[in-house]
Nanobody
């Protein structure tokens, strides 16, 4: 029902910045609450940030002040702007939305922060 396509992952130096994008299709984007998750090697998947359909945002404490989630409803896209990146931010980042109690995920994009 909902398809999510990610882009923007890559390798960046500590202290650098990177912007992830997630394009959604198959639903009315403006009605969706979007989220970014990440999973580091040997760790559980964790919530990074959310942007609700009504305009509120939330962040994990570990990224607060460094990451910014935004969305462009005209482009059906949600973004994650990451700044002041740290090696511990290295993970596979996933775009997510939930609709009718079903989770939809992007393919995941690798973010690697070198020390």
């Amino acid at each position: 029902q909902v398809q999510l396509v990610e882009s923007g992952g890559g390798l960046v130096q500590a202290g650098g910045s990177l912007r992830l994008s997630c394009a959604a299709s198959g639903s009315i984007f403006s009605t969706l609450t979007m989220g970014w998750y990440r999973q580091a090697p040997g760790k559980r998947r964790e919530l990074v940030a959310t942007f609700t359909s009504w305009g509120s945002t939330n962040y994990a404490d570990s990224v607060k002040g460094r990451f910014t989630i935004s969305r462009d409803n005209a482009k059906n896209t949600v973004y994650l702007q990451m700044s002041s990146l740290k090696p511990e931010d290295t993970a596979v980042y996933y775009c997510n939305t939930r609709k009718y109690n079903n989770d939809y995920w992007g393919q995941g994009t690798q973010v690697t922060v070198s020390s």
